[in-house]
């Protein structure tokens, strides 16, 4: 089985080493191809000291496309999608491979515990939940960005939607298609947007992205 795992970074250069040198560790994965989508840190400089592959977009598109640029010309049994801010944590990656490895679940996505510190109010989080739920899935973690799933899936969900309604599109699209999507608990944490102005500026923008995927999905 060949392992790929995707990383879309956009000026990460903090955490980007020690993310990728976590993942590094996964024995199970073979490939590791870091997307940089359009940073102007160095980004794309340390993800090739780091060893992995990378592949420069001209400027910012958006995790979604940057992961439909990433996932091009790589032959693999298995994608893994990583957020590039998991610092060490990424090596809980194992956690929602192995399910897909063992051919429990076709998709596999990451189950965070709680924040460490408050955020918004929920709404985003319970809109991608209602959406999915129509599907007939209860997802505890609609919009975790970590992800597992067999090349076929892969294939059957693409093209991914722009902007932060991926996961919720991604979700929806292999539910319809009798996929057997799961949860598994992990130990990862991440980058966490506070309740500040530039907190609630992108929630507005991730509600408005989910709010826009799920009338799209509904209208396929």
Not at 56 to 61: E, I, K, R, S, T
Not at 106 to 123: N, Q, S, T, V
Not at 153 to 177: C, K, N, W, Y
Request: proline share 5%; net charge positive.
């Amino acid at each position: 089985m060949r392992v790929a795992a995707i990383v879309p970074a956009y000026n990460e250069e903090t955490r980007l080493a020690s993310t990728l040198k976590a993942i590094q560790e996964i024995p199970e994965i073979n490939i590791i191809r870091v997307v940089n989508d359009g940073s102007t840190d160095r980004t794309p400089e340390i993800a090739g000291e780091c060893g992995v592959e990378v592949v420069n977009l001209p400027a910012n598109m958006g995790k979604g496309e940057a992961i439909n640029r990433g996932v091009r010309g790589v032959e693999a049994d298995i994608f893994v999608f990583l957020d590039a801010d998991l610092g060490d944590t990424a090596r809980e990656a194992a956690k929602i491979l192995m399910p897909v490895l063992s051919g429990e679940a076709d998709l596999c996505i990451a189950k965070f515990p709680p924040p460490k510190k408050k955020g918004g109010i929920g709404m985003v989080k319970r809109l991608a939940s209602w959406g999915i739920a129509r599907e007939g899935m209860k997802a505890q973690e609609p919009l975790s960005g970590q992800r597992a799933m067999t090349s076929q899936v892969l294939q059957d969900v693409l093209p991914f939607h722009s902007g932060f309604g991926i996961e919720v599109g991604m979700t929806i699209r292999a539910l319809r298609q009798g996929y057997r999507v799961v949860e598994v608990p992990v130990q990862m944490s991440h980058a966490e947007t506070g309740r500040n102005l530039k907190g609630f500026i992108h929630r507005g923008r991730q509600f408005l992205d989910v709010a826009r995927v799920i009338l799209a999905e509904n209208r396929r």
